[in-house]
């Protein structure tokens, strides 16, 4: 069983940076692709970000060049780093593991275990 832990949230101005991370613990963390999503009110949850067990990355056509999903295998933490936000981006992110390690999934229902999530407001 992995347990995942968000933190980094937070209210930001427009055009603002904030960095999110995630702690895992209780499983294998280095041979689990990793993910990011997240939720708007009233919105279905979506991808954003996902990372293999290698490094290989892959985001969602939203935040490509403004995102940058990475981890350390060292630390069992994944981390996005959000630049250039705008208030579109406000919403409840969650991050996720997948133990089809070479996975880069876009789907929410690949993954195995989610976070609590942590929420990012950004102001016009």
């Known amino acids: 069983q992995v347990q995942l832990g968000e933190s980094g949230g937070g209210l930001v101005q427009a055009g603002g940076s904030l960095r999110l991370s995630c702690a895992a613990s209780?499983?294998?963390?280095?041979?689990?692709?990793m993910g990011w999503f997240r939720q708007a009110p009233g919105k279905e949850r979506e991808f954003v970000a996902t990372i293999d067990w290698s490094g290989v990355t892959g985001y969602a056509d939203s935040v490509k060049g403004r995102f940058t999903i990475s981890r350390d295998n060292t630390k069992n933490t994944v981390y996005l780093q959000m630049n250039s936000l705008n208030p579109e981006d406000t919403a409840v992110y969650y991050c996720?593991?997948?133990?089809?390690?070479?996975?880069?999934?876009?789907?929410?229902?690949?993954?195995?275990?989610w976070g609590q999530g942590t929420q990012v407001t950004v102001s016009s």
């Open positions: 209780g499983g294998t963390f280095s041979a689990s692709a």
């Open positions: 996720a593991a997948d133990s089809h390690p070479w996975r880069l999934g876009v789907r929410s229902s690949g993954y195995d275990y």
